[in-house]
């Protein structure tokens, strides 16, 4: 079957679901929702439903970006447009569904908003008008909330798969490579490098079998998008991952996902094999010359497992520990078969790049740092959420208006970005724009795309303890100055944070992380140091009230400490029968 | 006449054969069997060995490097407390400290009955949620230390997660 069969086919499918005579419910279902409790709200929705005998299709949808609104659900009804609940529990499911679906009556202090053309129900507002979807340019993101991760043909039926087809159809892989290049799209897991540049490595490197890996390890504390995109639109990485196989004639794909996170790994593989059931993966895909397979792989709890080649040794199953460089990837990867990384939201963006051009991508976002940034919310905000908007936003734009300032009128302190490995930045940091190199420039990163917010209840020394312990729970101890040097790192922290530290405890701090920096193989403990640096600079002033007047300006560092210590075999002797 | 130690074993062997994924490796193996079983017995790295043609040592040296495994039965009911940077800005200290003290525990573990495992989760994925705990793999967003309480109460009304019967 040709790519306009199959897309016709899927929009009347998709027609008669969101304009039919039934009443339609999504339910968003991504981690965020999970927490907040929407699995117990879905089961006590369908067994009301059916207790009640009222017809409705429920669909689980991914993530809105507004989790604070979790769990979301919302309703449409024929001719009407969709209405949305927000914070819905188990208790007042069955009054929304009994007042909405039999009558137009709901319980107003649930109603969240409306969107469609369709106009509000009754004067609810539009969630367009609201900050947290207007400022948003969903790209990556831009059928979660709406389409259901487990239906293929419902992403069809939103343009989906029209990239690939185009780039089989019209365009050979340097023309693909090109496009990519020319929308300026830049690595999105950290090291913001050009992915264009980073696909053409692999083309001159001998097939037949070539991969491509998406790294979906996502370990970050703080950082969720990866898995908010395979939660919420597996396909739009499934789409971007065969692009890049086409584009660097690689035969296979593989999704690297950290094992426990069911959602992602769960919707992808359902992806998966309908993308295989529709001809779009496989042999000859849509007819063409071109087959491409893709699978998923898991790995343990592991941090490292990130890094590129350490990815590589987890896929076959090995400690996920780092290679020495060279050889680099393309030459010898996985398998010691060529090979190419990219993270999640890279791999996603490509197929709306090909479809609507380089130039579209390229006129989003500022300076070097085209397109959008997908930011994780999270921390002393009014309003956590999974955030899609152009480049070039400021922080302070993004804490305030997006995030609804700094929660209970407290006072802005700090902002971790980047993941325990980024750094931290005081509260002058408003100012700041969402650029990958403005933001390295200002001493921290904005690496995977967390932010966390910390108001002035938060002690910066409590803080950097707690990214420290991080850091040393996941060395993955191969090499020294990382393994050991995180330790030292450690200790002194927490003799800092206990009213304990010795007399040039800073001065050895900066010495330690000076040989981290040079000795270390990964980028583990190359940028292990920099959370620390980041906040020696910014907080001076917080350290010196535990070094030299032994107190904590918010009393967080007079709490328990619990933090687990790195169990990794150099650390414990794990015999086994013992 | 099978013993128990036989039916660990054919089970083992079921997990490590059963996988779906087109990629068998030592440690897909081994994740196979901990979401069967819950735990990496001895048996199972014997068995993982032979089945991937390798030695019991590197079996292990992978088992014994990722901290999902574990090495003895679990709980029949497992919680875990997310201690990334969110969660503690937002009072994972004070829920450590209900939930340790409610199970009897002073750091990660099974409690005495062996009815329940803790362990620390460096992310649990749902930041915005935070501070996040799961009980049985199921997520809770927001848990202040009384619902966390609550929760461990209501424990042993739950189904446990592992089947072990299998």
């Not at chain 1, 389409?147 to 185009?166: M, V």
């Not at chain 1, 967390?450 to 950097?464: F, H, P, W, Y």
């Not at chain 2, 009897?104 to 649990?124: I, P, Q, Y």
Request: aromatic share 8%; proline share 5%.
């Amino acid at each position: 079957m040709n790519y306009e069969e199959i897309a016709s086919r899927a929009k009347t499918e998709w027609d008669a679901m969101t304009n039919g005579s039934v009443p339609l419910i999504r339910v968003g279902t991504a981690m965020c929702g999970h927490a907040a409790g929407a699995f117990r709200v879905l089961d006590t929705m369908k067994k009301h439903l059916a207790a009640k005998g009222i017809e409705a299709n429920i669909q689980e949808v991914g993530c809105l970006g507004l989790c604070y609104a979790e769990p979301l659900i919302d309703i449409k009804k024929p001719g009407k447009s969709r209405l949305f609940f927000n914070n819905v529990t188990t208790e007042d499911i069955g009054q929304i569904l009994d007042e909405y679906l039999v009558s137009d009556g709901y319980p107003q202090e649930k109603i969240f908003g409306y969107l469609g053309n369709e106009g509000p129900v009754k004067d609810e507002v539009s969630l367009e008008s609201m900050p947290g979807l207007k400022l948003q340019n969903r790209i990556a993101l831009r059928n979660a909330g709406h389409t259901s991760p487990y239906d293929i043909n419902q992403y069809i039926a939103n343009g989906g798969y029209k990239g690939l087809n185009k780039a089989l159809s019209d365009m050979s892989p340097s023309d693909v490579i090109d496009e990519v290049k020319n929308s300026g799209l830049r690595g999105r897991g950290g090291a913001a490098f050009p992915t264009g540049v980073k696909w053409s490595f692999l083309v001159g490197s001998p097939g037949p079998t070539k991969y491509i890996l998406c790294n979906c390890e996502e370990g970050d504390p703080g950082a969720y998008n990866d898995k908010g995109i395979l939660e919420s639109d597996p396909h739009t990485l499934l789409e971007g991952l065969a692009i890049a196989g086409y584009a660097t004639g690689a035969s296979n794909g593989v999704v690297f996902i950290r094992h426990g996170h069911e959602g992602p790994i769960q919707r992808t593989e359902k992806a998966i094999e309908q993308a295989y059931e529709s001809g779009l993966l496989g042999k000859n895909i849509l007819g063409t010359d071109f087959s491409f397979d893709i699978e998923v792989a898991l790995t343990g709890e592991s941090y490292v497992a990130g890094e590129e080649t350490a990815l590589m040794e987890a896929v076959e199953g090995k400690r996920s520990m780092p290679r020495y460089r060279p050889p680099f990837p393309a030459a010898f990867g996985v398998w010691g078969k060529p090979s190419n990384i990219n993270n999640v939201k890279s791999l996603s963006y490509a197929p709306e790049i090909i479809s609507k051009g380089a130039d579209w991508f390229s006129s989003i976002g500022v300076n070097q740092s085209t397109g959008t940034a997908i930011v994780c919310l999270s921390g002393d905000v009014n309003r956590p959420g999974l955030y899609e908007v152009p480049m070039g936003l400021t922080l302070g734009e993004v804490i305030d208006d997006l995030g609804g300032g700094v929660s209970n009128n407290d006072q802005l302190k700090l902002l971790q970005t980047g993941g325990p490995l980024g750094g931290v930045l005081g509260p002058d940091s408003r100012d700041i724009h969402i650029d990958f190199d403005e933001m390295r420039s200002a001493g921290a990163i904005f690496g995977s795309g967390g932010i966390i917010v910390g108001s002035n209840r938060v002690c910066a020394v409590d803080l950097t303890r707690v990214l420290v312990a991080f850091c040393q729970f996941e060395s993955c101890g191969k090499c020294f100055p990382c393994r050991l040097g995180m330790e030292h790192l450690l200790e002194i922290v927490e003799r800092i944070s206990n009213y304990d530290s010795k007399p040039g405890d800073m001065d050895l701090m900066k010495s330690v992380g000076g040989t981290m920096e040079a000795g270390s193989l990964c980028g583990h403990g190359q940028l292990g140091f920099g959370p620390i640096r980041s906040a020696i600079t910014h907080f001076e002033e917080d350290f010196r009230l535990h070094i030299e007047e032994n107190r904590c300006p918010t009393g967080s560092c007079d709490r328990s400490k619990i933090v687990p210590k790195n169990t990794r075999p150099y650390a414990t002797d794990h015999v086994i029968g013992e | 006449m099978t013993t128990e130690k036989d039916n660990l074993r054919t089970t083992i062997k079921e997990a490590i054969d059963s996988q779906k994924r087109p990629t068998v490796t030592v440690l897909s193996s081994l994740l196979a069997i901990q979401d069967s079983i819950g735990y990496i017995p001895e048996e199972a790295i014997e068995e993982v060995a032979v089945h991937s043609n390798t030695s019991i040592n590197s079996v292990f040296g992978v088992a014994s490097f990722y901290p999902n495994f574990r090495f003895t039965p679990p709980g029949e009911h497992s919680v875990e407390v997310c201690w990334g940077p969110t969660c503690h800005l937002k009072g994972s200290t004070e829920l450590l400290e209900v939930v340790l003290d409610k199970l009897g525990l002073a750091s990660e573990g099974d409690t005495e009955d062996g009815k329940v495992s803790f362990r620390f989760n460096t992310c649990l994925g749902a930041c915005s949620q935070a501070p996040v705990l799961s009980v049985d793999h199921e997520l809770y967003g927001n848990v202040n230390p009384d619902m966390a309480d609550k929760l461990l109460g209501d424990l042993d009304q739950r189904k446990t997660h592992y089947n072990r019967s299998k």
